[in-house]
């Protein structure tokens, strides 16, 4: 054939690929919005960076039982404890973005970990997006009895008089309550030994025993032992103070330091790159679980109250700013990974 039938076969063969190209991708795209719009048409699988029968444990359950009534579709937990969260975090890093494998992480052990080991496995900021901030958590300084010291002001003036002699229990090397100490004692400008064990249990025994005269313990833990005059509230760690121990004040009122907060503060998370609409469904899900009453009771129950940061924007933004403040409390105390 001539050059003239040369180019129009060539010119048919472009549209004619062109037009398979174009139907394939409003194909793909319909078949997207199809799955999306679907969502969740199988059960999701929750992990929960810590181990079975803690207060994050209890309240991730919580979340994910209220959550696949919302959803109308069966939210499993899976534990992977270890590594101060990193375990878990890095199998959702990993996991397909289909919005079928989520995380239940604090955010504040989640910011914690890139300063504190210095490299994680994964991206914290770029391999998993926070979904909605849910709740937040303070903790309680507690003394046992034998302590001179019955209060954040007269602790600071016993440190103050003699360094190094007091030792402090928490539930962990790098761990909120860990962070806890290293803030007061940096901004109270004094000296004393952390002592981290495995778990909050084994901190708050030790406690009671007196063979550590303070603990940094989660609230519920040490309610209970207070209530009973086992364990004297010196303080809470949160900025406001607590409806169910009105009377005790805050770390920052009683000790006179400026700024002082310390809360654990819990979100759900996805691996990046989950389509957007499946975002804003689980959102919408999460709002409607943190304003019902069975979720509040939960928090309530153990001093804590819900926090309502359910876009990823603004749980992003929240996130941004708790990571930079962390980051320097590690620095300032220099905390490092076991």
């Known amino acids: 054939i001539g050059n003239k039938?040369?180019?129009m076969w060539t010119v048919l063969n472009r549209r004619f690929?062109?037009?398979c190209f174009i139907t394939s991708m409003l194909c793909f795209s319909s078949l997207g919005l199809a799955q999306?719009?679907?969502?969740?048409?199988?059960?999701?699988?929750l992990i929960i960076t810590w181990p079975v029968g803690g207060f994050a444990d209890t309240l991730g359950r919580t979340l994910?039982?209220?959550?696949?009534?919302?959803l109308g579709q069966q939210v499993v937990v899976e534990n992977r404890g270890g590594a101060n969260g990193m375990i878990g975090a890095d199998a959702v890093a990993k996991s397909a973005p289909d919005g079928y494998t989520l995380m239940f992480q604090s955010i504040?052990?989640?910011a914690i970990n890139p300063a504190m080991y210095g490299k994680t496995p994964y991206s914290t900021e770029k391999d998993i997006v926070p979904i909605a901030v849910v709740a937040s958590v303070p903790m309680l300084l507690v003394a046992n009895p034998s302590l001179s010291a019955k209060s954040v002001s007269e602790?600071?003036?016993?440190?103050k008089k003699e360094p190094d002699s007091l030792s402090y229990a928490t539930f962990g090397n790098g761990s909120a309550s860990h962070l806890a100490g290293a803030l007061f004692t940096n901004q109270a400008g004094i000296k004393m030994t952390h002592i981290p064990y495995k778990g909050g249990a084994p901190a708050i025994t030790d406690t009671l025993s007196g063979?550590?005269?303070?603990?940094?313990?989660a609230f519920g833990l040490a309610l209970p032992h207070v209530k009973a005059g086992k364990l004297i509230p010196l303080g809470v760690t949160g900025s406001t103070r607590s409806k169910l121990l009105p009377d005790v004040p805050t770390i920052e009122e009683a000790g006179g330091l400026r700024g002082y907060e310390m809360s654990i503060v819990y979100a759900l998370w996805a691996p990046a790159g989950v389509p957007q609409p499946i975002l804003a469904r689980l959102s919408k899900a999460v709002e409607t679980v943190v304003s019902s009453s069975a979720f509040k009771e939960k928090l309530v129950g153990d001093g804590g109250e819900v926090m309502t940061l359910s876009t990823v924007a603004e749980s992003n933004a929240y996130f941004q700013k708790e990571m930079q403040r962390l980051s320097k409390i590690v620095k300032d105390g220099n905390i490092k990974a076991d």
């Open 36 to 45: 999306t719009d679907a969502y969740p048409n199988r059960p999701i699988k």
């Open 155 to 159: 602790l600071i003036a016993l440190a």
């Open 17 to 19: 690929i062109q037009a």
């Open 5 to 7: 039938g040369f180019n």
């Open 64 to 70: 994910a039982g209220q959550l696949g009534t919302t």
């Open 108 to 110: 504040t052990s989640h």
């Open 211 to 217: 063979q550590t005269p303070l603990s940094f313990s």
